[in-house]
């Protein structure tokens, strides 16, 4: 059982930064998240983050224009961040910083049985097929038993609906009618992969206007960990 708090940051392959909080079994419930924000605060380097929040309730950095999105579950915590955008209002969508990331324990069995609640017929067929590849297994990946295959599968499609959400900015969006799946992406063994294979999303904006988003996802920790983001917001680098 591990005890100590890990704090991972890291690159990903789209050139989001991600930070990740892990371990601290031996707490549980408010307990873990309030000494997994301690450890996110006292990681930033020149000073402590404090984390607000929009109107909307997405996540801020205090003082920063820097768009962050934030997953948690028991004994793991993620957020994404995108290069600071003085220009943008993140109070505000805007294609410069639409991204949202979410994080599901990759062993939740119910996550098949429910996901047509959030799914389209559509969407439940790219989840079928992709749980019929990773029964197969390629040479990155070792095969899976069917049951296993649909649950990580629907579990890949659980994370692109809320990460949609998050990046959307945008409060009481029906996750079947307004954020779509038109492609899942590959469950990549870690998040520096080249050449992954991304996925393709959409968000249906009440506005009217549509939202192309792009999709990468990787395994950490034991979960599945996916990211939403329009292909024309802010990126690092690789360099950075």
């Known amino acids: 059982m591990e005890t100590e708090f890990i704090f991972w940051r890291h690159a990903t392959s789209p050139g989001i930064r991600v930070e990740e909080i892990c371990g601290g079994e031996d707490k549980s419930g408010s307990l873990w998240k309030t000494l997994a924000l301690q450890v996110f605060g006292e990681n930033g380097g020149d000073r402590f983050r404090e984390i607000v929040h929009t109107d909307s ?3 801020l950095l205090e003082d920063s224009s820097q768009r962050i999105s934030i997953s948690h579950t028991p004994h793991f915590w993620v957020a994404a961040f995108l290069p600071r955008t003085p220009e943008s209002d ?3 969508f805007s294609l410069r910083t639409a991204m949202g990331i979410d994080a599901e324990k990759a062993d939740r069995e119910q996550a098949y049985r429910v ?3 959030v799914m389209t017929p559509e969407e439940m067929t790219l989840i079928k097929e ?3 590849n990773l029964e197969k297994g390629d040479e990155n990946h070792s095969p899976l038993e069917r049951e296993s295959a649909l649950i990580k599968a629907a579990l890949l499609g659980w994370t692109i609906k809320e990460a949609l959400y998050k990046a959307a ?4 969006m029906d996750f079947k009618e307004k954020l779509r799946i038109d492609a899942l992406p590959e469950i990549c063994s870690f998040p520096t992969v080249k050449n992954p294979r991304y996925g393709k999303g959409m ?3 009440k506005s009217g206007e549509k939202i192309e988003m792009e999709l990468f996802s990787y395994e950490s920790e034991g979960h599945i960990v996916t990211l939403a983001y329009s292909p024309k917001c802010a990126k690092f680098s690789k360099n950075s």
């Open 57 to 59: 309730g997405a996540p």
């Open 90 to 92: 993140l109070q505000e």
């Open 115 to 117: 996901a047509d609640r």
């Open 130 to 132: 992709y749980a019929e």
């Open 169 to 172: 900015l945008e409060e009481g």
């Open 203 to 205: 968000i249906l904006r």
